[in-house]
């Protein structure tokens, strides 16, 4: 194998005047509790149906004719639409990759593919293929559905379950890494050889591409719900919404001014509209086409005011235990599922009221273990393929001092 430095791509576009290269790449430390929330949101809404089959819960969620009462059948649909935080880290995922790779090819006039490549490798693929070495363990000694394994070993898991319906506990979570993958492969070919002022029409191009997709598989392919969920181009918008404020940002668009109680307003009109809205409900073409563009576009402003707006109510920076909870989410979504099998099969003591609480610790407990003990070592081999490192350390050497005649 060849060095990283050896596979670039070169590109016309000189680096931009007055930015050093040397210059540290912003953190943007707030998503990493936009991060943590989004996972939590995901973990509630798989956890939320063993929590009502605890007897109690069912108790208390029953009526007198023993019909779900009316409060605990909106409370179904509310969590239900949690899994809106699969499209919240669809957003910031299409947000950071394409900041990154904007940055890197003004920084240096283009982009190390090999390097992008080796750092997304380190960071994905040692929890997923863990998931995926479990799934003929849980089928073997938990008589679960056994997985196809070829195609989740290619990452292709999420057409697999498209197809023939959601199987094993260790998998049926990996369409969205399978999705991710595939995005990152593509994305900085595209960053790397599309002209900037032409990323916007490609951006909005993958959007429409999208949007026509849904409408084909709705129209043309009736009953294929999985498809509208799982289907990698019918999930790629959210990655190009992302992509595009991160264009925006990059060359300097602010957000709009908003007034406080506006903000406020909207967040709170968005709020009632999504508690009384199932957020995969998709019976029509107006559902289905425009309906997550409101959602999103929504949190897609309340994540830019957090990160940009001096004046946001919502200051989300400093070092806090979220903060790290955030470094781990990557962690938490892996793992959700094998705890919350766990605590339903193998340990019922902890199959209370407080279930979903249990879930959460266990869970946070064991993705702290992995990013501690396992994922930050790994993570620090990124640095050998950190991009254009030889070349940011020589511009970070101070120059030498002339020489004094004798």
């Not at 007055?18 to 996972?39: E, M, N």
């Not at 900041?99 to 693929?125: H, P, T």
Request: proline residues 6%; aromatic residues 18%; charged residues 15%.
């Amino acid at each position: 194998m060849s060095s990283p430095s050896s596979t670039t791509v070169a590109l016309t576009d000189e680096p931009m005047a007055g930015v050093s290269p040397a210059a540290p790449i912003p953190y943007f430390q707030p998503l990493d509790i936009v991060r943590f929330l989004a996972a939590v949101l995901i973990l509630i809404t798989h956890s939320y149906d063993h929590w009502t089959d605890v007897p109690r819960i069912a108790a208390a969620t029953t009526g007198p004719d023993g019909q779900p009462a009316w409060w605990a059948l909106k409370l179904k649909v509310f969590v239900g639409s949690f899994n809106i935080g699969v499209d919240i880290f669809f957003l910031m995922s299409g947000f950071l990759i394409t900041y990154l790779l904007l940055v890197e090819k003004q920084r240096y006039g283009r982009i190390d593919i090999k390097s992008f490549y080796m750092r997304r490798v380190l960071r994905i693929w040692p929890l997923y293929y863990f998931c995926v070495a479990m799934a003929p363990v849980l089928t073997h000694f938990a008589h679960e559905p056994a997985a196809n394994m070829p195609m989740h070993l290619l990452f292709l898991g999420n057409f697999d379950l498209m197809k023939n319906g959601w199987g094993s506990t260790a998998v049926n979570h990996l369409w969205s890494i399978c999705i991710e993958e595939h995005f990152y492969l593509v994305w900085p070919l595209l960053i790397a050889f599309v002209p900037r002022p032409k990323l916007t029409t490609v951006f909005g191009a993958v959007i429409l591409l999208s949007f026509l997709t849904r409408i084909y598989y709705f129209y043309f392919e009736p009953g294929t719900y999985n498809t509208l969920y799982l289907h990698t181009l019918c999930r790629w918008d959210a990655l190009a919404i992302g992509s595009l404020f991160a264009y925006a940002h990059f060359h300097g668009y602010g957000l709009p001014r908003v007034p406080a109680a506006m903000r406020w307003m909207l967040y709170g009109a968005t709020l009632l509209v999504f508690a009384n809205d199932a957020y995969g409900n998709w019976d029509n073409i107006f559902l289905l086409s425009f309906k997550k563009y409101v959602f999103l576009g929504v949190i897609a402003f309340f994540i830019g005011n957090v990160l940009f707006n001096p004046d946001s109510a919502v200051q989300w920076r400093g070092r806090t235990i979220f903060h790290y909870f955030g470094k781990i989410s990557y962690g938490i979504y892996m793992f959700h599922g094998f705890v919350i099998f766990a605590l339903v099969r193998a340990f019922p003591m902890f199959h209370t009221s407080f279930f979903i609480g249990w879930v959460l610790l266990f869970t946070l407990i064991i993705s702290a273990a992995s990013y501690e003990l396992v994922e930050k070592p790994i993570l620090r081999l990124k640095k050998y393929f950190d991009a254009f490192r030889q070349q940011r350390a020589k511009l970070r050497e101070p120059e030498p001092a002339p020489a004094v005649p004798v």
